[in-house]
């Protein structure tokens, strides 16, 4: 059994170490629009809350979960806004978490009343933490697999710490949206290795949608129809992810399906995500969940939910929607 442990610390050991310089997202990319580009930081046009959680089954007893809360506010008569974001990320099986505070700013840079153009800056603070506690060292054990005492491993440091910055920018039209950001800028080194260098790679993600309004289902109803396919790209080191789909709205049911995949990995990395929401009024949540289409992976899938709370806050002045392009990436 102890044998049977010492394997098994090994092994998480050498696939998790590696594993932490990466970033997560969510397949909602969309609904996490602050995490995906700093910015859309006050694209809902007044005061905005978000809310995302993700949950990846590994095993029977393990996952590995990310959430994030959001709060955005737009000054609209200074063209700026202004937003807060906390991220968590929890490793069960191995006890690492990943907890960063952002704080982004963005400016409009409009270049037509139907064309706007936003650049966004967010800096951040991350701690990283990592429980060595969980792992056992051969020189641990004598020859028949007792636990002799502590390691000499260089595993001596359990936390990291550093400050970081991101930008973006941002283009949309009444119809259509496009955006470019990068993440992790200042190449922190990440290792819990004492005397190594693990430098966090930079995220490139570039993202488009286009929104297609249809009338109500009849003359009489008040129904709002709309679709929107769209897509997104992001590499970071060696790793690259596409998300390519299509969601709608049948007020206020909203449907999707997206397709995710490694394009320079196709036979390893592939899934299905299937979208269900519901939009009334301020309020937006939905639910996805991704299956997995690659031969040998897992099957459990794994489980994704958002909300988005609009507070229309308004100083007595028309709506900001009657006064300036509304980025359509907000059915």
Not at 21 to 46: C, K, M, R, V, W
Not at 69 to 84: K, L, P, Q
């Amino acid at each position: 059994m102890k044998l049977f442990k010492l394997l098994c610390s090994w092994i998480a050991l050498s696939f998790f170490l590696p594993s932490v310089g990466q970033d997560l997202g969510f397949s909602q990319y969309y609904n996490a629009p602050i995490f995906l580009n700093p910015a859309f930081t006050g694209t809902s046009e007044f005061t905005r809350a978000g809310l995302n959680y993700r949950m990846q089954k590994v095993g029977s007893l393990s996952a590995y979960n990310i959430s994030q809360i959001s709060f955005d506010h737009s000054f609209v008569d200074y063209h700026s806004s202004v937003g807060f974001m906390i991220v968590n990320e929890v490793d069960e099986a191995s006890g690492y978490t990943h907890n960063k505070i952002a704080l982004p700013l963005c400016y409009d840079f409009s270049i037509s009343k139907n064309m706007q153009i936003r650049f966004g800056l967010e800096g951040s603070y991350s701690q990283q933490n990592f429980n060595v506690g969980n792992f056992i060292f051969s020189d641990q054990l004598d020859a028949f697999g007792n636990i002799t005492g502590l390691s000499r491993e260089s595993l001596a440091s359990g936390r990291v710490n550093y400050f970081d910055a991101s930008f973006g920018v941002l283009g949309y039209s009444e119809k259509l949206w496009f955006g470019f950001a990068a993440h992790n800028l200042f190449k922190n080194n990440i290792s819990f290795m004492e005397g190594s260098d693990y430098q966090l790679k930079t995220r490139f993600s570039g993202h488009m949608g286009y929104r297609y309004r249809f009338g109500g289902l009849s003359r009489n109803s008040r129904r709002d129809i709309a679709i929107m396919p769209t897509f997104s790209f992001t590499s970071q080191g060696p790793l690259n992810r596409l998300d390519v789909g299509i969601y709608n709205v049948i007020s206020p049911v909203i449907l999707g399906v997206f397709y995710g995949t490694d394009p320079f990995a196709f036979e390893d990395n592939n899934f299905l995500s299937l979208m269900v929401g519901l939009k009334k009024n301020t309020f937006t949540t939905v639910y996805s969940y991704d299956l997995s289409l690659s031969e040998g992976a897992t099957k459990q899938g794994f489980h994704e939910i958002s909300f988005n709370y609009l507070f229309e806050i308004t100083s007595g002045k028309p709506p900001l929607s009657k006064r300036r392009t509304k980025c359509p990436v907000f059915l």
